[in-house]
């Protein structure tokens, strides 16, 4: 699987951002697709994740600090071995200081998406792109 993030930048506390996960490459039908972050000095925290079953979304699980303003979503999801292209969003709303980081895109197979889902359910990860809010 490859993972390409793209959409990070510099914005300012209150405003939207969204990010964008192109994924292709799936050889199964049940995948989450999680969403992970890392600021400078801290340890990787997750985001939030989707399930996708035969190339549609299924239920979103978030963070506590993550759900209500931000969301996931999809275009033209790929089931397996059809060799197209999804982009898996990241919605960011009302982003904060505390927002800061380089976020990762990543995919896992089977039942990857869950509550309280973690970054070892995930075997294939993006190069990473940075958020920076300014106060």
Known sequence: VQLVE????????GES???SCAASGFAYDDYGVGWFRQAAGKEREAV?????????LHTAYYADFSRG?????????E??????????Y????DVKP??????????GC???????????DYDSWGQGAQVTVSS
């Open 6 to 13: 793209s959409g990070g930048g510099l914005v300012q506390a």
């Open 17 to 19: 951002l969204r990010l």
């Open 48 to 56: 939030g994740c989707v399930h996708v079953t035969k190339g549609q």
């Open 69 to 77: 303003r931000f969301s996931i979503s999809g275009d033209n999801i």
């Open 79 to 88: 089931s397996s071995n059809d060799n197209t292209e999804s982009t898996i």
């Open 90 to 93: 990241l919605q960011m709303d």
């Open 98 to 107: 505390e927002d800061t980081a380089v976020y990762y895109c990543a995919a």
């Open 110 to 120: 089977g039942y990857a998406c869950y509550p309280g889902f973690g970054g070892d």
